[in-house]
């Protein structure tokens, strides 16, 4: 059986990536924070993605509206910014008032939990386009620390554990299933039923993030989503991520790997693996900044950052 990849799947992440890096350079993009009377501003936009299908074959849409709000909240935390504001974007197929009570049920928790307000918004019907709906959002977000700093060998990383798949990853984790003759309804024994799994929502990291950087020098942060680990050498291309001590995937992800015939490589450039978030600091700081995670979040230092490029797990011979 061939090794299946998400580029089989039909998301190719390098090709995405030369495609955003086409968009910027033709927009001519300069900075990522905007200064207006002394402060410094931030605006992060991201979607679902094809979790939404998931929702609609369940029928279960009460969640979707978290993972909205946490892919631009904690995206924001990346740049050192603090969320405040949120819009969503909302397109379906045909107005649907139990799903949009549903979906906006979500999008409420998930602002209380970072501790943003929803200040607007559109809603949009488009028979000819969508399918079921999609759902996008934008954050505004205050910056209140200078991050990422500069990272020298020793640093250390911490990995901040995952809810699950998040919001990255569907396209594959879908066929997966389908190939192998699973409906999204049907059990199994590690993880109950498929689509409850895998619709348990993305983690707000907000709290525990800002506490951090109130009370400990962070030097970078980073979000683990689409890419997977390859989001830590976004936030610094000058040194190198190792991880020597990653954090145990939950067992959805090794389900997927075993059904799909999954490489190790190609797993950990597609999901989160079990971690959704990362910290680097340094290695003084290291007991303190576990300690306040701790009472959030199961965290654990994962690894160091050392002289080279990109990221690596030597105990799976993995380069990313």
């Known amino acids: 059986m061939d090794e299946f990849t998400y580029a089989k799947a039909g998301v190719d992440i390098e090709k995405e990536e030369r495609v955003v890096s086409t968009l910027l350079s033709t927009i001519g993009f300069e900075k990522d924070r905007v200064e207006v009377n002394g402060l410094k501003f931030v605006l992060c936009t991201d979607g679902v993605g094809s979790k939404v299908m998931v929702a609609n074959e369940m029928k279960k849409w009460d969640t979707i509206g978290i993972d909205c709000i946490a892919m631009n909240v904690n995206d924001a935390l990346v740049m050192g910014a603090r969320p405040v504001a949120f819009v969503d974007y909302l397109a379906m197929e045909k107005m649907d008032v139990d799903m949009a009570r549903e979906i906006a049920k979500g999008l409420k928790k998930g602002a209380e939990q970072a501790g943003v307000a929803i200040v607007g918004g559109e809603t949009a019907t488009l028979p000819e386009i969508i399918r079921g ?153 290291e007991d303190e900044a576990l300690q306040l995670l701790s009472k959030y979040v199961e965290a654990k230092v994962v690894g160091k950052v050392e002289k080279g490029h990109g990221v690596k797990i030597p105990g799976m011979k993995i380069s990313i």
């Open 133 to 285: 709906f999609d759902l996008a959002g934008t954050c505004l977000g205050v910056v209140e620390r200078d991050i990422p700093k500069e990272m020298k060998e020793g640093d250390v990383i911490i990995g901040l554990r995952s809810n699950g798949i998040h919001s990255n990853g569907y396209t594959l984790a879908r066929k997966v299933f389908k190939n192998n003759g699973y409906s999204f309804h049907d059990e199994i024994d590690e993880i109950g039923v498929i689509g409850y799994t895998l619709l348990e929502p993305t983690r707000i990291y907000v709290k525990e993030i800002i506490e951090l950087w109130n009370k400990v020098d962070v030097k970078g942060v980073a979000h683990i989503t689409g890419g997977g680990l390859k989001k830590l050498a976004r936030i610094n291309k000058n040194v190198c991520f190792v991880i020597e001590n990653p954090i145990e995937p939950q067992p959805i992800f090794k389900i997927i790997q075993k059904l799909g015939n999954v490489g190790d490589e190609e797993m950990y450039k597609t999901f989160n693996m079990g971690m959704g978030m990362a910290v680097i600091v340094a290695k003084e700081n």
